[in-house]
């Protein structure tokens, strides 16, 4: 465990779990993989020159790659990942420790990913013993977009973001909380098949100079935008902040991945692009079937699955393959059924055989023929039937001819493509945090909303077994019951300690002094949130181990304000909030499986060496203590009630506080942002509108 210098720091949070977290049809979650992959690059330290060389025999003796591993390393690396940020009050330590079969399958995923490639070999799809890899453009910018995340500046950045390696503005889509599907709307749509079409047709030939990036001095300085749509030799130029030379940049910003084969559409390269704001590579012209048909600017299924898993973070080949899908569905591209294309009437095919043409829409749509293609195809959009959105059922969500005083920063925020829009407005006006730390609060009351329904669902099950218990005789049933019972207690738990996780995060990265992304709000609110977070009368954590499957995860911090006086005291009544008894409600017949040792991170890597643990270092007050002197329980708790009890009680209290801040930032944007986005040009060229009725 760290320790800032003072030996009464303790621990202010630790959250330990077993297992990724998954999608419903079982794959690792989006987030999850970035985040490892990132820790991955961050603690091989990879470097310019490399020591790594290959060992293709048909290759030159000793050919380094620049920023190069093998696999052996990695494996034996992911065994012990750990990253320490430190910053004014606080010290965050991330560590994983994933088993070598586990690692393998990673890697794996990474390269299926598009995250990392083999410089030696570039059509080789998939890892092998022996074989060199590399991180690609869209991998360092997973990397790059991870570090501005936990608040890695200057010298604590890889060196491989200070290079031309760094070229790639990747387009990271909303996601859903619970399934990792993409959140969209038809808006967002026709804005990421514009970003899927570049400014102008980007149509390859041989004969083209390799795509101008953009300077790496820009790249460090530009923030994390999530929804951002905004030669065989490789190595990178080096870029050092306190000595840098834009001139000589201006004259070496050639990407190292830029080669006329490998970016070539009907190349079998395992990664083509290099930057995202060119669009997918184009046939000027091509004719098809027995009477020569002319068709101007198509593309293959290929080429366009290419572009999305270079360009965005779709981790897999299906998610991307839905992506154009919905362009097809909406009507913005259209299959040629003429030979020798294989396209099928209905649905993508992703193969170098099908091909696909703009429709009339896709055409407006596009910033090719005017400068305001978004806006004349949303004109004629509204005549068409709309695509569902993975998060509403809602349909034809954009209506014409809006005027900006009907609009309101509520229905900028409820549709996805409008919200990014504005989003890139915050940015430019340097106040993205106050849309960043709303929508994660936001995220925060969905997940205690569930948590009340699976604590509220508990509670039935309880009263209902107790109903039944003097009846009851058969064993079998009595089993099944507490299988079940143990399901749902397994299942509070967990989502307590997500919610207690979100808790700190947004803490840790917003509210805290020194915070990366410290936000202006009252010095009275964010020190009543202070006091009861860094509680140093509260010795407990709750961490909740559960079912053990992959790996573990834990979150614990280190914090100066020992010495302050944080007097506020739990209040009994506010329990009633929980609408039950947790004593009742986790009594001695709940055997579960609670740890009630101090955490720390030696313990953690004994328990499983396929675990993956995240630790924030401060005071230790995952929750607070119950059992004041005028506040006693009519009955003694039990201990798992005890831990239960004092983490739901720190979210029920924490939980008002937060909507206070959230107030306050909608109440920022509102009356500041707003006003200033609704006459930008950005605004005007969006053409933005929604249907106020579909907002109530």
């Known amino acids: 465990m760290l320790s800032n210098g003072q030996s009464n720091a303790k621990t202010l949070h630790e959250t330990v779990s077993r297992k990724f977290n998954k999608t419903p049809s079982g794959r690792i979650c989006t987030k999850d993989l970035k985040d490892i992959y990132s820790m991955l690059i961050i603690c091989m330290k990879l470097q310019e020159r490399s020591s790594c060389r290959s060992r293709f025999k048909l290759l030159p003796s000793g050919k380094n790659y620049a920023f190069s591993f093998n696999i052996g390393d990695a494996v034996i690396q992911m065994e012990n990942l750990s990253v320490v940020v430190n910053l004014s009050d606080t010290s965050t330590t991330i560590t994983y420790g994933i088993k070598p079969g586990l690692a393998n399958n990673l890697i794996h995923a990474f390269m299926d990913a598009k995250l990392l490639h083999c410089p030696s070999d570039r059509t080789r799809t998939e890892p092998k013993i022996g074989v060199t890899l590399q991180p690609t453009p869209k991998g360092v910018a997973v990397l790059q977009n991870y570090c501005h995340k936990i608040g890695l500046k200057g010298n604590e950045l890889p060196p491989i973001l200070k290079t031309t390696f760094n070229s790639m503005d990747l387009i990271c889509f909303e996601r859903h909380s619970v399934t990792d599907s993409i959140i969209h709307s038809d808006y967002f749509i026709h804005i990421l098949f514009a970003r899927f079409l570049g400014q102008t047709p980007n149509v390859w030939s041989v004969n083209n100079k390799p795509d101008e990036i953009p300077s790496i001095s820009q790249r460090l300085e530009q923030k994390e935008n999530p929804f951002d749509f905004s030669q065989n030799a490789f190595s990178g130029n080096y870029y050092d902040g306190n000595n840098f030379d834009k001139k000589k940049e201006r004259q070496s910003l050639e990407s190292p991945f830029a080669h006329k084969f490998f970016t070539n559409p009907e190349s079998d390269s395992h990664v083509q692009y290099y930057i995202s704001k060119k669009g997918v590579r184009l046939y000027k012209a091509k004719k098809f079937g027995a009477e020569n048909t002319l068709f101007s600017y198509c593309f293959t299924g290929k080429a366009a699955l290419q572009w999305l898993m270079d360009c965005s973070d779709c981790m897999y080949l299906d998610e991307a393959a839905e992506v ?61 039937t709309s695509i569902t959105s993975s998060c509403s059922n809602d349909q034809n969500n954009l209506s014409p001819n809006p005027s900006a005083s009907d609009l309101t920063l509520k229905d900028i925020l409820h549709d996805p493509g409008s919200r990014f829009i504005f989003r890139m407005h915050l940015e430019k006006d340097f106040c993205v945090e106050n849309l960043d730390v709303y929508i994660l609060i936001l995220e925060f009351e969905k997940q205690m909303s569930i948590l009340r329904k699976l604590l509220k669902a508990k509670e039935l099950h309880k009263n209902k077994e107790h109903m039944d218990c003097n009846t009851e005789k058969d064993s079998k049933i009595i089993q099944k019951r507490m299988r079940v019972k143990k399901a749902k207690d397994v299942a509070i738990i967990k989502f307590a300690n997500e919610c207690l996780s979100k808790v700190y995060a947004i803490y840790s990265s917003y509210l805290s002094n020194g915070a990366p ?29 559960t079912e053990v499957q992959e790996g573990q995860e834990g979150i614990s911090t280190n914090c100066d304000d020992v010495d302050k006086d944080y007097s506020n005291k739990p209040n009994c009544s506010e329990s009633s909030n929980l609408g039950i008894n947790v004593n009742a409600l986790f009594s001695d017949d709940c055997k579960l499986s609670l740890s009630t040792a101090t955490p720390s991170i030696s313990s953690s890597s004994s328990v499983s060496d396929q675990s993956k643990k ?66 930008s040009d950005l605004f005007k060229e969006s053409n933005i509108s929604i249907k106020k009725e579909l907002l109530q």
């Open 324 to 384: 154009v899908n919905l362009f097809l569905k909406v009507g913005l591209i259209s299959p040629i059924t003429l030979s020798p294309s294989e396209s099928p009437i209905k649905g993508f095919q992703a193969s170098k055989s099908a091909y696909y043409c703009l429709s009339d829409r896709g055409w407006d749509v596009s910033h090719w023929n005017t400068e305001n293609g978004i806006s004349l195809a949303l004109m004629e959009m509204y005549n068409t």
């Open 517 to 545: 992304y410290e936000i202006n709000i009252a010095d009275s609110l964010k020190a009543e949130i202070q006091s009861l977070l860094v509680h140093p009368n509260s010795p407990n954590d709750s961490r909740f181990p």
């Open 614 to 679: 995240i630790s924030i270092n401060t005071l230790k007050v995952s929750s607070l203590a119950i059992a004041e002197d005028n506040c006693v329980p009519p009955t003694p708790m039990t201990p798992t009630a005890e831990y239960i009890g004092n983490s739901l009680l720190l979210l029920i209290r924490i939980e008002p506080l937060f909507q206070k801040v959230n107030q306050h930032m909608y109440f920022l944007m509102s009356a500041d942002s707003f006003p200033k986005f609704i006459t």
